[in-house]
Nanobody, 124 residues
Framework: QVQLVESGGGLVQAGGSLRLSCEPS??????????MGWFRQAPGKEREFVAA????????AYADSVKGRFTVSRDNAKNTVYLQMNSLKPEDTAVYYC???????????????WGQGTQVTVSS
């Protein structure tokens, strides 16, 4: 069964930075054949879209709340997707998930493969 694995989460002060990584747990899954998205879920809230990048990597999409602070990228040679998070705010605190889709990047229900998530905590 395909599983994506996120890493790079942790505790950081407001204004700080973190870089999340996402890669498959097995060698048979190729992220470059999928659009890849990042989502987050804070306690008591629904999972929300954060950022996404298509297979080509030529465009990107962001939630308004992170635009200008977060950058999604992919290295298809390394089969890895990244989320660079700068100027972090306490409201960015959540579990962050990466996921893979063959559908439109902003449609959550069409993401087929998901990771287990990594905790990001931003202190004020």
């Amino acid at each position: 069964q395909v599983q994506l694995v996120e890493s790079g989460g942790g505790l950081v002060q407001a204004g700080g930075s973190l870089r999340l990584s996402c890669e498959p747990s097995g060698r048979t899954f190729s992220t470059y054949t999928y659009g890849m998205g990042w989502f987050r879920q804070a306690p008591g809230k629904e999972r929300e879209f954060v950022a996404a990048i298509p297979r080509s990597g030529e465009t990107t999409a962001y939630a308004d709340s992170v635009k200008g602070r977060f950058t999604v990228s992919r290295d298809n040679a390394k089969n890895t997707v990244y989320l660079q998070m700068n100027s972090l705010k306490p409201e960015d605190t959540a579990v962050y998930y990466c996921a893979a889709t063959t559908g439109p990047l902003r449609v959550v229900r069409l993401y087929r493969y998901w990771g287990q998530g990594t905790q990001v905590t931003v202190s004020s």
